[in-house]
């Protein structure tokens, strides 16, 4: 966990060093120039960063969707996942989704709440199963199967959470049927968008916006 | 952008079969998953007797525990996280407080020197030998 807060530090620098190449004269915006600290980063670290925000973005749009149940969204960020453990493996998919879980939590404000640690939990779940996923045969396992165990890997971390923590009691059971399906189905619908996406980008036929985008 | 129609074929085609084999798997997981946990399996209450006759019916939902005398002294029956147990009896061999935990609709206990059982029942009271 440390070591992704300072990774937020450091794509944080990342973004402020760019800003400052472009500006000409920046001794004239910082009054004492040793004071300020500057941490060297690589173009993977802006690739990872420019990743989570597409990934923040999609979580942004899906706050807008009204759920029935609360813990019932479709996890559209998920895709970005998806798409980043198939280009560029695990540990680049790790830190996208992390990222994504702190970040976000900043942005919507509920830094350290009990949806940060349900959502974290959920996060860390599903990457240890993507972790082993990712070894299935690609020749018959893809993106939806990938999916589809990362959903369930999610709501069972969150699940873990809910009962460990938040209410210890065994009624909780009953909803765990409609969280599973629910991760079926989203499971299902993310991994097919992201392997459809995937698709195109490598065809180039369509969404090309979409492909540079996430490039 | 000329994108294609966005075709049912076309995307089922990204299913490969081994994720044919997640989906069968993972939706009979969660079929089996449900029926096991929305059956009514989970018992509602506790139907707590003594001597014969009904003492009191307790709902499982709030966590207490109960005296019942019986001719030897008090049986004490605790209710906790949806489950039922008694937990001391004056019985000589003790086996109903050995029998541990309820939780299934159906499942007894009995402590028959002191003439106090407890049995769970659901939302529906299914047909067995003894009650048909």
């Known amino acids: ?72 969204k479709p996890g559209l960020a998920n895709i970005v996942t998806l798409i980043v453990l198939a280009r560029y493996g695990w540990r680049t998919a790790a830190w996208v989704s992390l990222l994504r879980v702190f970040a976000g939590s900043l942005l919507f404000g509920n830094f350290l709440t009990p949806g940060f640690f349900l959502g974290l939990s959920g996060a860390l779940l599903s990457l240890l199963v993507l972790a082993l996923a990712q070894h299935l045969p690609t ?19 969150q699940m873990a959470v809910v009962y460990l923590w938040l209410i210890p009691h065994a009624g909780i059971a009953y909803l765990i049927p409609i969280f599973a399906t629910a991760a079926l189905v989203f499971g299902t619908v993310n991994g097919l968008i992201a392997a459809r996406f995937m698709d195109n980008a ?5 969404s090309r916006g979409g492909a540079e985008k996430i490039k | 952008m000329n994108c294609p129609e966005i075709k049912v074929v076309e995307v089922l085609r990204h299913i490969k079969s081994g994720d ?38 307790v709902s ?5 525990k109960i005296d019942v005398p019986g001719p030897l002294g008090v049986s004490v029956i605790a209710i906790e996280n949806r489950r ?28 028959l020197p002191n ?13 067995d030998s003894l009650n048909y």
């Open chain 2, 60 to 64: 499982l939902g709030r966590d207490q």
């Open chain 2, 84 to 111: 039922a147990r008694i937990a001391s009896d004056p019985s000589p061999r003790q086996y109903c407080v050995r029998q541990g935990w309820l939780q299934q609709a159906g499942e007894i206990a009995l402590c």
């Open chain 2, 115 to 127: 003439q106090v059982s407890v049995e769970l029942v659901g939302s529906h009271k299914r047909y």
């Open chain 1, 202 to 206: 490598n065809n180039g036929i369509c």
């Open chain 1, 1 to 72: 966990m440390q070591d992704t807060g300072s990774r937020v530090q450091e794509s944080d620098a990342g973004v402020q060093g760019m800003q400052e190449t472009v500006n000409k004269n920046p001794e004239s915006r910082i009054p004492n120039p040793e004071s300020r600290i500057l941490l060297h980063t690589t173009a993977e670290d802006h690739h990872i960063a420019r990743m989570a925000a597409v990934a923040l973005g999609l979580t942004l749009l899906e706050g807008a969707i009204p759920s029935p149940l609360p813990g019932v």
């Open chain 1, 139 to 157: 020749r018959w396992f893809g993106p939806v199967s990938h999916s589809v165990y990362a959903a369930f890997a999610h709501i069972a971390g």
């Open chain 2, 20 to 57: 044919w084999l997640t989906l069968v798997s993972g939706s009979i997981c969660v079929v089996l998953v449900t029926l096991t946990l929305w059956s009514g399996e989970l018992a509602d209450k506790a139907v707590i007797r003594s001597g014969g006759k009904v003492y009191r019916e």
